[in-house]
């Protein structure tokens, strides 16, 4: 079980080696008109909602080891397929299999070694651990952000041809993973689901599972919004043409901040508390949307940089309360229901942001300003809540360090 715990953070930097982040849109709308790139999108997301809970169910019933594989296996086939360009059909399936590598290794990895934790006795370290490997992520996804925004000049498929040698990577670490010894397997489908719902009934688990759906759609927020809003700073300076190159180094910067803040996640707990932290998350979140529904201005963009240090504070800390407080042969499929409870709002989310702008013609500074202001003051509202019923996470907190 201690290999795994070594490999673990290798294998999320081989995973994370996302060289295509940058540049996607622009690779997807050289070859397709807008209708067929908002179509590819979609086909993308409707896959990982529709495997997002079976993966986790598949991961309890068959195992940790297994599923990982599976994912990596995916991701290659699918960065392979989008690499080589083609007809539409070819991209749509590439969009699929790479949403199934997403669903696949969701839940999963942190199940995984959260498992392998437990085996040597080791539970309380699971923060310290994730937080590492997030870092390590962080900092892979910083680099290739950063290689893969300077690459597009050469050609806009070496994002995804790299991105495959990366999934290579992952499923060669994947294979030297030791399945950790479960006492009990995933019960039957419908059983398995009653019981991630029943568990619910716990105040504390319900705080974080509310927490989780709420970061992850206000999370998603400044990201979709990042490159226009980058675009219409460059325009204003004269300078538009620098946007795929100047988007992966923003994308650098803001995982190389993500990587700071997840290493300093668990110790500043330890400090002040597991609620503070994560409300002090929120907090973060809401300065950023507040930049970008006031102004378009250079200093937005540096304040853009702070995006992802949010989920890296709470994401270890979430997974340290909650996994404890979650039956071992539940423990995917809970992870894949919050997230997919996630994904689900933020489609909502979504869905409503284009209500909003339907008036107006594409992501101008009108449009970001409408998103990010509605998202901002839904954050808020979102915060009191969570503010109010802070005493609920307790229980978890003390579960978790007991």
Not at 4 to 33: G, K
Not at 291 to 318: D, I, K, N, T
Not at 347 to 371: Q, Y
Request: hydrophobic residues 55%; aromatic residues 8%; positive net charge.
């Amino acid at each position: 079980m201690e290999r795994n715990i070594q490999l673990y953070p290798l294998y999320q930097a081989a995973r994370s080696s996302t060289f295509w982040l940058p540049v996607f849109i622009l690779y997807f709308s050289s070859r397709f008109d807008a209708a067929e790139v908002l179509q590819l999108e979609a086909i993308y997301y409707a896959s990982v909602v529709l495997l997002e809970v079976p993966s986790g169910y598949l991961s309890d019933r068959v195992g940790r080891r297994p599923t990982l594989l599976l994912a990596a296996a995916a991701w290659i086939v699918g960065y392979a397929a989008l690499a080589l360009g083609g007809a539409w059909w070819l991209f749509a399936a590439g969009q699929i299999a790479i949403a199934a590598g997403m669903a696949f290794n969701s839940g999963t990895d942190n199940a995984l070694v959260f498992d392998s934790l437990s085996a040597l006795g080791r539970e309380k370290e699971v923060a310290s651990v994730e937080g590492k490997a997030q870092s390590w992520a962080a900092v892979s996804m910083a680099l290739c952000a950063l290689a893969g925004g300077l690459l597009a000049s050469i050609d806009l498929r070496l994002g995804h041809a790299l991105s495959a040698a990366g999934a290579a990577v992952a499923f060669g670490l994947a294979w030297f993973i030791r399945e950790p010894n479960r006492v009990a397997v995933a019960q039957r489908p419908w059983a398995q689901l009653h019981g991630v719902v029943k568990s619910l009934r716990s105040p504390a688990l319900l705080w974080l599972f509310t927490f989780s759906v709420v970061m992850t759609v206000f999370n998603h927020v400044p990201y979709e919004l990042a490159q226009p809003y980058l675009s219409l700073v460059l325009a204003d300076a004269g300078v538009d043409g620098f946007t795929p190159a100047a988007s992966g180094l923003m994308m650098a910067l803001m995982m190389g901040a993500a990587a700071v803040a997840s290493r300093f996640s668990a110790p500043l707990a330890r400090r002040i508390g597991v609620a503070p932290v994560l409300l002090g998350a929120m907090l973060v979140q809401g300065v950023v949307l507040a930049g970008l529904a006031a102004f378009v201005h250079p200093l937005v963009v540096v304040l853009l940089l702070l995006r992802s240090v949010p989920g890296a504070m709470s994401r270890p800390l979430e997974l340290q309360c909650t996994l404890p407080n979650v039956s071992a042969h539940q423990r995917a499929t809970y992870l894949s229901v919050q997230s997919l409870a996630g994904r689900l709002a933020f489609t909502g989310a979504l869905a409503l942001g284009s209500w909003v702008v339907g008036s107006l013609e594409g992501l101008g500074a009108s449009a970001i300003s409408r998103l990010a202001g509605g998202a901002g003051v839904a954050l808020i509202a979102a915060a009191i809540v969570l503010t109010w019923r802070r005493r609920a996470i307790a229980v978890a907190e003390e579960s978790a360090d007991s």
